[in-house]
């Protein structure tokens, strides 16, 4: 017997776009809206006698799936979902005692990789949970927000080929040891000269503020919308390709000084580090970390508004991340864990 509370969500990566495996990763989502999107035409021939459109004249024409799920930024399991969106081989290093360092940057060839993408929804009234599994998911990116006061939580999104009804619900296993990553323990670096992340050692160098409220970011990979061809049957017959990645993101600032502000009027470029880390150390000085960096970004943002009312000055300030051509990649991801391997 089950109740509302026995969803699942598994996936695992697929040796041959479309074809589905077994699900083998099972992340603990906060939600999970992924749907089948199928496209009918209908038929429009006269008839004599007809009233309203005929149900017989209607027929699919193509069919699609997509979606998003969301999650807390966790202790393990984020690099599998991070490799997902930026593509390629991140990499996973012993950095001292039982802690690794995983590091993923954009990938620079197509394709990404695809996923079988399987959601386990419990019916009302206690009966067995109902699969539908998803294939050829490829994640068109992802959105992180950084809330005030919060756990950090990271939205993945999905383009795919198909849904398939007929496939047994995959037994769920969770890693153990896992902790959310919160306000508590994150920081945002914006100014100052960045050292990039490497395979063993964190970014270092950005300016350490005390004046960001919170913070999104949105990572976009460009997939096309092609590949519905002839002898596809109505699905996607290739992998969606990349295109352009579009970084940007938001964030509030109370208003301490004019060092935004003059970045913004003279088109200055800063570096950004967003990071989460946990206060449960895992070896040494390693504590479970999740870094998001930027070597440059560039500024919109605006002249606070001033009031009668006494309350305390913010700014709201939009931000795209750019390629200054100096750092050898324009999007870092470092990872710090306890798990052996992505």
Known sequence: MTTQLDGQLGLKVESFFGTGVTPD???EANSVALSAEPTWAQGNGMRVGQRINYG??????????????ELDLFSKGNGKLIQAALGGAGTSTLIAGSAYQQLFTPTTTDYLSSYTIQVGIPPLGGGAVL????????????????GNADVGKIKFNWVG???????????????SGVEELSFVGGTVGLGGTMTVPTTTALSSGTTATVNVVDINLTY???LDTGGFNF???????????LGRRMISGSMTVEYTDNTLRDAWLAGTS????IKYASPTVISGSSYPTVEFDMPAIKLNSEIPEVTASGDVITTSIDFEVVDDRVAAHPFYVAIVTAETTI
């Open 25 to 27: 990763y099972f992340p």
């Open 56 to 69: 017989d004249r209607r027929v699919l024409v193509k069919k699609s799936v997509g979606g998003s799920f």
């Open 131 to 146: 699969p539908h599994t998803f294939v050829g998911m490829l994640c068109s990116g992802f959105e992180l927000t950084g």
């Open 161 to 175: 080929k198909d849904l398939v009804t007929g496939t047994a619900l995959a037994t769920a296993s969770y890693v």
């Open 220 to 222: 976009d990979n460009g």
């Open 231 to 241: 002898g596809g049957g109505g699905l996607l017959s290739r992998k969606p390709a």
């Open 270 to 273: 800063l570096p950004l580090s």
